[in-house]
């Protein structure tokens, strides 16, 4: 059941374009050249209940912009969104009562209310009962321990305080999705663990489902069932994970350690590079297994150690980019 479907989405900004030097200032007060830019580019997709969707591109690739005519907070130039059948620019006040949304460079908080004071104000505007309310917050409280600086007022939270007020801020109201733009930048270890335990428990327990924005491939080789990649305004991807990582790196490394310094060739792998008693084989997954080329090299020699490396996640979208970037180029 597809909870949230986009078709053709655009959204186009007017940019004004202005002459520079003395005459190209004086010409500007009375002339101005005026073009139109794409920030999303007729993209469609549609995502399912219960799914964590990793929505990832680079600076200006359009995601922001996305997720806020997704949340109804901007309008679309054209195209069609519906969330559970409803579109959010039609009729904003009944789709935000199902959804959260945390913009990791933006609070939500009030700036002059102290953080207890901002939830039990956001309890009147979503008008949640006394019980569910309870039973949300100490869920909630029980990931991020908001209890410790309850009562210390928003401006004076630290930047991991903030964004932990603000995730405990969006799931108050119970909402069926959860849109989550870079709700991880700037914080620490400690405190990205937390936000990433957070995310998978309501996924789990709640069925929540989630849009992630994200430049911190940590959190989507952790979170994401499924990846779409966006630039310049166009999906140029959509898939799972692991679909992504077989169709632009489908070779993994097989690194063997010898007792003793072995040149051994096999058929269905490459041997890439050799020292001392150590060989690192390139192999692709479709055509032989790992444990297949162990089995086969410890026949010609006694195998001390091996290890395993896949391709890595950021290596991976690089390549993405790269090739998109050489198409438009031709």
């Known amino acids: ?5 986009v078709s053709h989405l655009v959204k186009e900004y007017k940019k004004v374009k202005k002459e520079s030097g003395l005459r190209g200032t004086v010409k500007n007060l009375f002339v101005q050249r005026a073009e139109y830019v794409r920030a999303v580019d007729d993209i469609s997709f549609n995502i399912a209940k219960g799914d964590i969707v990793g929505y990832i591109g680079p ?12 949340s109804g907070i901007m309008q679309p130039t ?10 959010p620019q039609r009729d904003r006040k009944r789709v935000v009562k199902n959804l959260g949304v945390v913009f990791g460079q933006r609070s939500q908080l009030n700036w002059h209310l102290r953080l207890g004071e901002t939830f039990e104000l956001l309890k009147r505007i979503y008008q949640i009962d006394d019980q569910t309310y309870a039973h949300n917050f100490g ?20 930047l991991g305080q903030r964004m932990r007020g603000d995730l405990v801020a969006a799931m108050l109201h119970s909402p069926e999705i ?4 870079e709700p991880t930048i700037g914080l620490d270890v400690e405190a990205k663990y937390s936000v990433r335990k957070f995310i998978k428990e309501i996924n789990q327990q709640r069925g929540t489902t989630i849009i992630l924005t994200t430049h911190d491939l940590g959190d989507i080789q952790e979170l994401c069932q499924r990846v779409i990649i966006i ?56 055509e032989i297994t790992a444990a297949r080329l162990i089995e086969d090299i ?19 979208i690089r390549t993405v980019y790269q090739q998109r970037d050489a198409l438009c180029d031709r």
């Open 59 to 70: 600076n200006g690739a359009g995601k922001s912009t996305t997720v806020k005519m997704l």
């Open 231 to 286: 630039n310049e305004g166009k999906i140029i991807e959509d898939g799972s994970l692991d679909e992504l990582v077989d169709k632009i790196a489908p070779y993994r490394h097989l690194i063997i350690d010898f007792y003793h310094p072995a040149t051994i060739p096999h058929s269905h792998a490459e041997l890439i590079s050799v020292h001392e008693a150590r060989a690192v084989y390139r192999f692709r997954k479709d």
């Open 78 to 87: 054209s195209g069609e969104i519906l969330v559970h059948g409803i579109s």
């Open 139 to 158: 869920m909630l409280n029980e990931i991020f321990r908001v209890d410790r600086f309850i009562d210390t007022p928003v401006r004076q939270l630290s």
């Open 178 to 181: 959860l849109f989550l733009d």
């Open 1 to 5: 059941m597809n909870i949230i479907e």
């Open 298 to 316: 410890s026949r010609a020699a006694p195998i001390k150690e091996v290890g395993l490396e896949e391709a890595k996640i950021d290596d991976i």
